[in-house]
């Protein structure tokens, strides 16, 4: 694989004002009432956000091919083409119109800026040129070329290894809206950041605030078994030598097998939700996640072969071996593509994309100048 051109350099931010501190509602407030209690106002009106471009086209991140497809799902559509999250500390929303797009930062001092400038473009993983990704995958698979002119843009995300462990355990044998409730009540736990668009938005809780939370308070939120497997988790990792965030974080440095080994020593982590994590922040860029999906996928394009057999641990190995083989070592981000192709959602808008039918969006004001 021919190495990768890094994308243009980031531009410059503008200044925010920051808010005050909100504090965090406690879990048992969440849970005993049928609505979540809403943070204090604020003592005055939020600022009108600062929108700066970002130097990354369309082909490189389209909002609707990354965020709502089952990467992350703490981040929340606020607006047409608007994305909001929390990175670290740091509150960022995402917009695109038809030819730019851009970046706010929502109550970050100035002093603070640079850190999360530099956290945005990590969690983009803005050093991966996609368009060298699509030219390499459509040339060793025509089924590729055919989706990848209408799937530019849809990138895999570098996300936060506990954030993105503890939302993976959620999603074992789940559907999307149960996984982001779930989500939703663990993010709660953590520091109240700010709103948009009427949305609150928290910072992800560390371990020590993960480790008071009972197994039968998850419980009584609707976590399931689950609840088990996550207050299992947080335990092991405590037990860490030098912790369990820099445990996780050192599994970047290890082969494919030994962070999958690594990662499916957790309780309630098997193979496929370590893929997921694997793929999703600790830099695993050939891991496979194989779930029935991707088994279908696999067996119309790639391994034909075993259609109609059952997909079994041996046979899932046996698929993600495949996709290496066909697409190398990004073939996690290959798999990425072709799973979002069949999404229902993703078919639905990227006909009206094809037909030109799409709802045309007010764009924000757009701070023109850019970083030299």
Known sequence: MKRHRPLPSPPSLTTV????????????????????????????????PNWVPL????????LPLTFPTGQTFRWKQTAPF?????????????????????YCLHNTPKCDQDSAKSHLFDFLNMGICLGDLWDEFSVSDPRFAELAGCLSGARVL?????????????????????????????????????????VGFYQFPDLDRLAKVSEEELRKAGFGYRAKYI????????SKPGGGVEWLTSLRKLDLESAIE???????????????????????????????????IATRYLVPELAGKRLTPKLCTHVADAFVQKYGKYAGWAQTLLFIAELPSQKAL??????????????PKIKEEEES
């Open 17 to 48: 004002t920051p808010t005050p501190h909100h504090p965090k509602p406690t879990i048992t407030s969440y849970y005993t009432s049928k609505k979540p209690r809403k943070p204090p106002l604020l003592s005055h009106p939020p600022q009108t």
């Open 350 to 363: 990227l006909q009206s994309l094809s037909n030109g039918t799409a709802k045309d969006v007010k764009p």
């Open 262 to 296: 690594a990662l499916t020593s957790l309780p309630g982590v098997g193979p496929k939700v370590a893929a997921c994590i694997a793929l999703f922040s600790l830099d695993q860029h050939h891991a496979v996640p194989v779930d029935t999906h991707v088994w279908k």
């Open 55 to 62: 130097t990354l086209p369309k082909s490189e991140l389209f």
């Open 158 to 198: 570098r996300q936060d290894p506990l954030e993105c462990l503890i939302q993976f355990i959620c999603s074992s044998n789940n559907n999307i809206k149960r996984i982001t409730q779930m989500v939703d009540f663990v993010s709660k736990l953590g520091n109240y950041v700010g709103e948009v668009e009427g």
């Open 231 to 238: 207050r299992g988790t947080v335990e092991v990792l405590q």
């Open 82 to 102: 608007q994305y909001t999250g929390v990175i670290g500390p740091h509150l960022v929303s995402l917009f695109q119109d038809s030819t730019k797009t851009a």
